[in-house]
């Protein structure tokens, strides 16, 4: 009997320690980020606190393996409130490589620290966060220039939802311009052919109840000939078009439902 009170007294002290070294990993410091935003970028002492937050940030979402390419990883800091609780939230991103990128939300715990929350996941290298209501508004660039030519630099809005998750709920183009050769989609088309895509848009967040986004976007078409990648002065303008959408943010499903759209002459 006794053995048995001692390997259930044993597997309670380990399990204790589990949890205590979960909850450690969870934690960031507040001095840390202050300390890492009020240094100056060339110093020394900003780099090493830059890399134990990410290490910490990196344990926390089970991102460890990235660990070893801790040197090129980008930090961008935010602060402001997304779970609504009145705490202060602090929003790290890390920009991970080219095309892979990760978001995590932690939440004043204290006086002295940050305690982390959740993560934001399969999106692409970070630009800029924006905070309205419970929403997120994470503005990301794809680049993919080999072979053809295509930038996209979009935001994608999560909504906090109450199961202390973020789901994707909107994403829309705030600049874009792609560019390929026609035969690549056409076989018949010309092989000095070439077609140009752009986008230019504004974007408003509307707080009112319920919530509205009101988008507008131009659209223009180019076509270029030449038998490698055309010069700008290259393309023709072939076609313009403004739309004007307006969306407006149903609580029962939480997600932006399409509620109009129409040219904008």
Aim: proline share 3%; no cysteine.
């Amino acid at each position: 009997m006794k053995k048995v009170i001692y390997v259930l007294i044993l597997l309670i002290i380990a399990n204790a320690f589990s949890i205590s070294v979960r909850s450690y990993n969870n934690v960031i410091p507040k001095s840390t980020v202050e300390n890492y935003i009020a240094i100056p970028d060339d110093s020394v002492q900003k780099q090493n606190l830059k890399k134990d937050i990410i290490k910490s940030i990196l344990n926390a979402t089970g991102y460890s393996k990235w660990e070893e390419y801790i040197d090129y990883i980008d930090l961008k800091i935010y602060k402001g409130n997304v779970i609504p609780n009145g705490k202060e939230n602090i929003v790290f991103a890390l920009n991970l490589s080219k095309d892979t990128a990760l978001v995590a939300v932690y939440e004043q715990m204290n006086d002295l620290s940050y305690y982390y929350k959740n993560k934001i996941t399969n999106i692409v290298p970070v630009k800029d966060i924006k905070f309205f209501k419970n929403f997120l508004i994470i503005e990301q660039i794809l680049d993919e220039r080999v072979g053809a030519f295509l930038i996209d630099n979009f935001i994608q809005i999560f909504y906090y939802d109450d199961d202390n998750t973020f789901k994707s709920v909107l994403k829309k183009s705030v600049n874009y311009e792609e560019a390929y050769k026609a035969i690549w989609i056409d076989k018949n088309a010309p092989d000095n052919l070439w077609n140009k895509t752009t986008l230019t848009s504004s974007v408003d967040y509307l707080d009112e109840d319920p919530i509205k986004i009101l988008y507008i976007a131009t659209t223009t078409n180019y076509k270029g000939l030449s038998p490698n990648f055309p010069k700008v002065e290259d393309f023709k303008k072939e076609s313009e078009k403004t739309e004007k959408y307006l969306y407006v943010w149903d609580a029962i499903d939480k997600s932006f439902k399409l509620q109009e759209k129409s040219d904008v002459n």
